[in-house]
T-cell receptor, first 110, second 114 residues
Framework: QKEVEQDPGPLSVPEGAIVSLNCTYS??????FMWYRQYSRKGPELLMY????GNKEDGRFTAQVDKSSKYISLFIRDSQPSDSATYLC??????????FGKGNQVVVIP | DAMVIQNPRYQVTQFGKPVTLSCSQT?????MYWYQQKSSQAPKLLFH???????NEADTPDNFQSRRPNTSFCFLDIRSPGLGDAAMYLC?????????????FGPGTRLTVL
């Protein structure tokens, strides 16, 4: 079993729809949870960062962490064509190592 | 703006011809990382520096080496590139190696091996 599982998609949604992405993990020591956005042929950009369980909202983006279920989610409200990218979940025990998911490609259709 | 810069953005080399990729940062972060990312795959950590201390991942091939001459710069040397080394190479930095460990990535260098 991989440490982090993320369905690579792709996921196509119409503009204005809610995008729902998720990752599951097996390592109960993970405490820090991140979502990175990566545009084609660019480096990952830190989008959301959460410590431990709970929700975090930033504009149209909401990150949720459920440590009891080992499940994290990212929601994008009112999706825009500019949100078309690959979204990578990443998590850490609090050391120098990030465990990444494979990424989920999202396409927002105008 | 504080940032992570990688040069070149695109690099073409021949099979077996050594190549060096560079990374610089203006964030004054202690830790610098090199990742390899192949198409539709998660970034794979090759090694990292905590200040001048080099930390190699166990499964990083000997073909890959790194240098960090000062806080701002880090280099990735591929001594004899093979076709399987064609990938995006990402440099990242973090302020520290513990706690929050937010990593900030550069734009990447896409390496093509002919």
């Amino acid at each position: 079993q991989k440490e982090v599982e993320q369905d690579p998609g792709p996921l196509s949604v119409p503009e204005g729809a809610i995008v729902s992405l998720n990752c599951t993990y097996s390592n109960s020591a993970f405490q820090y949870f991140m979502w990175y956005r990566q545009y084609s042929r660019k480096g990952p950009e830190l989008l959301m960062y959460t410590y431990s369980s709970g929700n975090k909202e930033d504009g149209r983006f909401t990150a949720q962490v459920d440590k009891s279920s080992k499940y994290i989610s990212l929601f994008i409200r009112d999706s825009q064509p500019s949100d078309s990218a690959t979204y990578l979940c990443a998590m850490s025990e609090g050391n120098n190592r990030l465990a990444f998911g494979k990424g989920n490609q999202v396409v927002v259709i105008p | 703006d504080a940032m992570v810069i990688q040069n070149p953005r695109y690099q073409v080399t021949q099979f077996g011809k050594p190549v060096t990729l560079s990374c610089s940062q203006t964030l004054n972060h202690n830790v610098m990382y090199w990742y390899q990312q192949k198409s539709s795959q998660a970034p794979k950590l090759l090694f990292h520096y905590y200040d001048k201390d080099f930390n190699n991942e166990a499964d990083t091939p000997d073909n890959f080496q790194s240098r960090r001459p000062n806080t701002s710069f880090c280099f990735l040397d591929i001594r004899s590139p093979g076709l399987g080394d064609a990938a995006m190479y990402l440099c990242a930095t973090s302020r520290d190696a513990a706690g929050a460990n937010e990593q900030f990535f550069g734009p990447g260098t896409r390496l093509t091996v002919l």
